[in-house]
Nanobody, 122 residues
């Protein structure tokens, strides 16, 4: 699976961004999930949200609940992360990644996009 994340940028606190993840190379008959992870400088990569592409079940980290929404467009092979009410502590590089099922464990995701920088600052 090949993934490419985009949509990051500089936004003021309280603002919004929509991250996009373009996916390709899925193997027919396999089940997949796409997750979004964040990694701030000096910190470990953390799970933010995940969507199961077979069931459309979605999962969010506590810090993302009520502010972020993950969605997908099957026709375009795209997964999105709508980020609202952004806070300075959301500043990080955001990655999309694929796995066989949703999990918060980064090591279980076997394909990763290149990351997109999100900076929340006034």
């Amino acid at each position: 699976v090949q993934l490419q994340a985009s949509g990051g940028g500089l936004v003021q606190p309280g603002g919004s961004l929509r991250l996009s993840c373009a996916a390709s190379g899925f193997t027919a008959g396999y089940y997949y999930a796409i997750g979004w992870f964040s990694q701030a400088p000096g910190k470990e990569r953390e799970g933010v949200s995940c969507i199961n592409l077979r069931t459309d079940d979605t999962y969010y980290a506590d810090s993302a609940k009520g502010r972020f929404t993950i969605s997908r467009d099957s026709a375009k092979n795209m997964v999105y992360l709508q980020m609202n009410s952004l806070r300075p502590e959301d500043t990080a590089v955001y990655y999309c990644a694929s796995a066989r099922t949703c999990t918060s464990v980064a090591s279980l995701f076997d394909s990763w996009g290149q990351g997109t920088q999100v900076t929340v600052s006034s």
